[in-house]
Nanobody, 126 residues
Framework: QVQLVESGGGLVQAGGSLRLSCAAS????????MGWFRQAPGKEREFVAA????????VYADSVKGRFTVSRDNAKNTGYLQMNSLKPEDTAVYYC???????????????????WGQGTQVTVSS
């Protein structure tokens, strides 16, 4: 079992930065891939970024590539999403998720992730 708690959301002006954190409980966090997703009002939850358990592979949605950076510190059982050059269209509730990635599974797929946090609101004003 893994429990996830996000923090770091808030209100920021366009062009600003935020860093989201995802604190995980459980001794097996280091064996899980970690993903970040977001959901804007009236829209489906969409993939943002993900990182494998060892941090060797990171993937990003095209909409955030070059602006967001996903990372993790397994010693602290914490994952991070650094968000720079924020745009109003980045406004959403951001969720972190954890799952065991098997060979051939897609890091961008919601189906990979068994555990989800409660979400943290990010609002970018223009």
């Amino acid at each position: 079992q893994v429990q996830l708690v996000e923090s770091g959301g808030g209100l920021v002006q366009a062009g600003g930065s935020l860093r989201l954190s995802c604190a995980a409980s459980g001794r097996t966090f280091s064996t899980y891939a970690m993903g970040w997703f977001r959901q804007a009002p009236g829209k489906e939850r969409e993939f943002v970024a993900a990182i494998t358990f060892g941090g060797n592979t990171r993937v990003y949605a095209d909409s955030v590539k070059g602006r967001f950076t996903v990372s993790r510190d397994n010693a602290k059982n914490t994952g991070y999403l650094q968000m720079n050059s924020l745009k109003p269209e980045d406004t959403a509730v951001y969720y972190c998720a954890a799952g065991l990635k098997r060979i051939g599974e897609n890091l961008q797929s919601r189906l990979l992730y068994n555990y989800w946090g409660q979400g943290t609101q990010v609002t970018v004003s223009s």
